[in-house]
């Protein structure tokens, strides 16, 4: 065991003293996820909120032809702008992006209104243009309500209630807490958490294979009276280590994140605590060994540090294939599913995050389930170590 | 001592050795010479057991390399071909580094560091980090590392490549001292005029067999040749030829 524990100190000396590896456990790991969430969370305010509160423009061809439309149109905070010229032109603003759409009302509009029938209004817009569609929405929205409007007082005018227009009255019920909204898009931490961890034992991983051949400091490590296993062993854990520090750190610049983002606005009221934090800790650090044995046997069957990286970095995809899987088909935590590593985690953390008692259950089999993965991953490590062929 | 018997090794059809067998000596050097890919490293690298002999055996101080590995690399201080070092640590904790994995107990590891330090002329960047380091400064932290375990048998392949001429004065110097020590060393090398100079016995390998196996002496007078440059080329043509 002493070998074991001779390797894993000094890998982990030389790896803090490595710019390298210090950049991508304790900086660029836990950073990037933060970093992106507050960004996109920024982004999705801003739409959402701007949405309601900012006047809409709206282009209208024929404006005297509607006079009470423009009026009510404006005290729903859309203000009519200046319009092309003639239908024709409208099409051609609209398709080419000038406006996002242009509402014509034909010259029989009054007429038809008065004669109660039917009157034509034509709404221009690209819904292929996302952007567009929701200001459309928007746009329709009003002009359905002005619609329904003069519906309710035809009615009064011939004495029926408007009532019988609505013969049901459905009443939503959301029983999503706020918490539980927010964990919608705090879902995809779980992969920024298992990300950051990777990231962090890479460059551990790759070393103790390609790296060390690179630098032709494997074939005298291999002349000590050392078991090949015990080396091996000493460098998995050491990787461990960063990927776990890797973590612990990005999981705390959440924690700091969020307390800086106004995710109340959006409905959400983020349970991340300190507490969380250490938990979710928890239930993500059996992943580690899993991590680390998986890269360090991908960096086994590369040729050069450079080569391993690009391997490598493959292997940091792969924790979302199960997460991306799930998400689609929007599973319910099951004591099967806790057996797919990754996934089981997720799972758990978007739990956590919902505030919904742990299932112990759960988290005993994740946590065996995945350390046991990454028990045989890193016996098979031990096992490629073993062979003649890795001096290359 | 270290005796190799009836070495075989080979990888798919090439026969890299093909039947070595020589003693080296304790309180000797013995020099193996031959030209690129006549199957020097790959002996080397049998003996301190990164590969596994395909048939033959050879033993260090008695210790089978293929059955005892973690016994016989004991008694071994290896500086292989490719001697590389971790350049974030210091020459000293590249040194430690080895004693620790030798299982040398703190306290004598850190007198045997300091005594290698002195003896080896590593005062000036023993505490420096070896990255930048030149090659001669690298090869003679990579020696200490090799001899820290106090090993009797000493193993060097190609130790002056890439060596200047001070710097292989200096290891030429180290590799006497060890002799003088009564260890036995045993070194490759494809250096004519390094291997006159330094060994007492000279071992010379062609196509994975041994051509000649005499003192300096003694071969240049089995081949006929004063010069040593000549018995060599004579000596590994004698194998080409199958004479």
């Known amino acids: 065991m002493r070998p074991i524990r001779t390797v894993f100190q000094k890998e982990v000396r030389d790896n803090f003293r490595d710019r390298r590896t210090l950049l991508s456990a304790l900086l660029m790991g836990p950073l990037f996820g933060p970093i992106l969430f507050a960004f996109v969370i920024n982004m999705s305010l801003k739409q959402s909120l701007g949405e309601a509160d900012e006047p809409l423009d709206v282009p209208v061809i024929g404006q005297e032809h509607a006079p009470n439309l423009m009026q009510y149109l404006k005290s729903h905070n859309i203000n009519i702008a200046e319009a092309p010229a003639d239908r024709a032109a409208a099409l051609e603003a609209v398709k080419n992006g000038e406006h996002d759409l242009v509402i014509v009302i034909p010259e029989a509009f009054g007429e038809e209104l008065a004669g109660a029938i039917p009157a034509t209004i034509v709404v221009i817009s690209d819904l292929a243009n996302t952007q567009a569609e929701r200001e459309s929405r928007r746009a329709m929205r009003a002009l359905r309500s002005y619609n329904q409007e003069i519906a309710a007082m035809r009615l009064f005018a011939r004495g029926v209630s408007p009532v019988i227009l609505r013969p049901l009255n459905i009443d939503v019920v959301d029983v999503s807490t706020p918490s539980g909204r927010s964990a919608l898009l705090l879902g995809m931490l779980s992969y920024f958490f298992l990300f950051a961890a990777l990231t962090g034992g890479m460059n551990l991983a790759i070393d103790a294979t390609a790296g060390e051949r690179e630098r032709g400091s494997l074939e005298p490590l291999l002349c000590l009276p050392v078991t090949r296993d015990h080396l091996i062993f000493g460098k998995i854990f050491a990787a461990c280590l960063f990927m776990a520090l890797s973590l612990s750190l990005s999981l705390i610049s959440f924690h700091v994140v969020l307390k800086f983002l106004p995710l109340e606005k959006l409905g959400m009221t983020p349970n991340f605590g300190l507490l969380v934090v250490a938990k979710g800790f928890l239930l993500l650090l059996p992943f580690t060994l899993l991590g680390a044995s998986l890269m360090t046997l991908v960096a086994s069957f590369t040729k050069s540090f450079k080569e391993a990286q690009t391997w490598v970095s493959i292997v940091l995809l792969a924790p979302t294939l199960p997460i991306l899987i799930a998400s689609i088909l929007m599973v319910r935590p099951s004591t099967e599913l806790m057996f797919i590593p990754s996934l089981s985690q997720h799972l758990l953390l978007v739990g956590l995050i919902k505030n919904e008692p742990i299932n112990m259950l759960h988290v005993l089999v994740s946590v065996s389930g995945t350390l046991l993965a990454g028990g045989i991953l890193t016996l098979v490590c031990a096992r490629l170590y073993r062979r003649e062929g890795l001096l290359g | ?243």
């Not at chain 2, 020099?31 to 048939?55: F, I, Q």
């Not at chain 2, 081949?223 to 590994?236: P, Q, S, Y």
């Open chain 2, 1 to 243: 001592m270290i005796s190799v018997k009836g070495l075989h090794k080979y990888f798919g059809e090439v026969k890299a050795v093909d039947g070595i067998s020589f003693d080296a000596q304790d309180g000797r050097i013995t020099g193996l010479l031959g030209p690129n890919g006549a199957g020097k490293s790959t002996t080397l690298r049998v003996l301190y057991t990164v590969l596994k002999p395909d048939s033959g055996s050879a033993t260090i101080d008695g210790v089978d390399v293929v059955g005892q590995d973690l016994d016989a690399r004991r008694r071994i201080g290896t500086l292989p071909h490719a001697a590389g070092l971790y350049p974030h640590l210091t020459a000293r904790e590249n040194i430690a580094y080895y004693a620790a994995l030798y299982g040398m107990p703190p306290e004598r590891a850190e007198t045997r560091v300091e005594q290698l330090i002195t003896e080896l002329d590593l005062v000036d960047f023993a505490d420096r980090r070896t990255k930048g380091f030149s090659q001669g400064q690298r090869t003679k932290v990579a020696l200490a590392r090799a001899l820290v375990h106090e090993p009797q048998n000493v193993i060097l392949d190609e130790p002056s490549n890439g060596l200047d001429v001070m710097a292989t004065r200096s290891l030429r110097d180290s590799i006497r001292q060890l002799k003088a020590a009564g260890k036995c060393i045993l070194f490759s090398s494809h250096v004519m005029q390094e291997v006159g100079h330094l060994c007492d016995e000279i071992v010379i390998i062609a196509e994975g067999k041994v051509a000649i196996h005499d003192s300096a002496d003694g071969i240049r007078r089995q081949t006929g040749c004063d010069d040593l440059e000549d018995a060599f080329v004579k000596a590994i043509t004698s194998i080409d030829t199958g004479s």
